[in-house]
């Protein structure tokens, strides 16, 4: 299995940037814990989100993270659970031919790909995975 660590894909010619467009449902954890993604497992603290996605997939970001990157849809308070829409960020992406595993962040929660599932890179040391069928159904080139 080819083992990708958390890598810097703005410096990969074979990386593209894109951008996600998604409504999310979002709830505030209680206390810390653990879900356990399509891809992996996420580890959160009291207070991060827990979000579940259009296409059914659940994940977890941290509050500092998602206040940055998520505001509230359309009638929806700031900071209550319920409906929020990405900002929409440009990410460096790149396609995975082969089974891999990718760090979130160095030190972090590994996740594991498929052949055709697509490495992320939101920021220095903040990576991600997304299977083919999510990312094409939430994703669009820049």
Known sequence: MLELGCPDLARDPLAICVVKDEVVEVEFAAVAGLVMSAVGPNHYVA?????????????CVSRERFDAKYRPAAGQAPGAPGAYRNVPVSVWAKQIAEPFHIA???????????????????????????????????????
């Not at 207070?47 to 994940?59: E, N, Q």
């Not at 996740?111 to 094409?136: H, I, M, T």
């Open 47 to 59: 207070g991060d989100a827990l979000v579940s996605g259009s296409t059914g997939d659940r994940w």
């Open 104 to 142: 979130r962040a160095p030190g972090g929660d590994v996740l594991s790909g498929e052949a055709g599932d697509w490495a992320l890179q939101y920021a220095p040391n903040d990576c991600g995975l997304v299977a083919r069928l999510r990312f094409e159904a939430v994703y669009r080139s820049r």
